[in-house]
Structures are given as C-alpha cells and as structure tokens.
C-alpha cells in the first residue's frame, strides 16, 4: 500500500475545501431573487412565482429581507429575477390583458421572450415566443411556418439566414439558434 505524505494529504484536503466554498459562493449569488419596481429602486428578496408556466396571469410573491410578502403584478413592477430566469413586465397593447410579465430568453439587438398561454387552467405544452428588434420595439409573434414559406419577412436584413431558414436549416424549435445567429451577425 502506498503512503502519502501527510502534508500532501493535508494540501489535497486544503484545495477541495477551498474549491466547494468558491462553488457554493458562486451558486449562491447567481440565485439571487430580485425586484425592480416602476420607480427602477431594485429590492433583493425571495420571489415565489405560484403558476411560471401561465404567464397570462402571473404574479410575484415578493418576500423582502424584513420577512414582508407582496404580490405583484406585472402593472406593478419593470422585472424580476427567480432564480436563474429573468421576467420583463411588456404591455402588448394588442392582448387582454395588455401587460404581462415575459421570460427573458435572450437580449441583443433581437430579444427573444417566451410566454405559454393558459387554456382551461393547463399550460399548453409548448411555450410561444415573442422577438423584439431594438430599432423598432415592435413585438413580432414567432411564427416558424411563415418564416419557412417565406410569408414572414422578420430576417429579411440577414437573407442568407432568411434563406437557412426557408431551406430547412433550422426547425421550429431551434428559435433561440436564429435569434443568437442573427444578434451575432448584426454586431
């Protein structure tokens, strides 16, 4: 049997330690819940989202560092963070009702957010998806057929990935792809 050295056991031991603390550091400020209220003050607390799949009727269950709860609703606050997932409050304007909270999927020159609708109290089982230009902030439904027949012309700026698309490069699920594909070739 081979004997290690104490000190070298003792360093090993030492530099696991220190590894996990770091890790458990790290995790624990990326799961930090916050708000950001109208006024844009952002208060760091614990979210409880009761239904994350019905975004339609979304609230926060806000609870404060003082052990304070509130609900909120989208008309009530700019965002949120739960977890690892990011909810911007956007009022459609076009929908009833007209301000929902939205999950942030991706940011860029064209933002991607995903919604699911509600649809005698289940959740359907694919989400929807919204894309927003940041030269227009026009919301834009993702619709993956017409974007393939052509009839949507969304990515006509990039015709090669237009073309991708149309040519059957890209499936319907693959909608964060294009969105990263075109934010990456707009820079």
């Known amino acids: 049997m081979v004997e290690f050295p104490r000190e070298a056991i003792s360093l090993i031991i030492m530099k696991n330690f220190l590894a996990c603390s770091l890790f458990l550091f790290v995790l624990s400020s ?6 950001i209220k109208n006024n844009h003050d952002t208060i760091q607390g614990s979210i409880r989202v009761p239904h994350p799949a019905y975004h339609l009727h979304m609230h926060a269950l806000f609870t404060d560092e003082s052990g304070e709860t509130v609900d909120y609703a989208p008309g009530d606050l700019v965002g949120f963070r739960s ?10 304007g076009f ?25 005698l109290h289940h959740a ?20 993956f057929k017409a ?10 700026d990039l015709p090669m990935l237009n073309q991708d698309i149309q040519n059957g490069v890209y499936k319907k699920k693959d909608v964060a792809e294009i969105v990263e594909r075109y934010n990456a070739e707009k820079e």
């Open 30 to 35: 990326f799961g930090q819940d916050y708000i």
């Open 83 to 92: 977890g690892l997932d990011s909810y911007e409050t956007h009022d459609l």
């Open 147 to 156: 974007l393939k027949k052509g009839r949507d012309d969304y990515f006509s």
């Open 95 to 119: 929908a009833e009702p007209s301000l929902r909270f939205f999950k942030v999927v991706i940011s860029g020159h064209c933002s991607l957010y995903e919604y699911s609708h509600q649809q």
């Open 124 to 143: 359907l089982p694919e989400p929807d998806y919204l894309l927003m230009k940041t030269d227009d902030h026009k919301y834009h439904r993702y619709d």
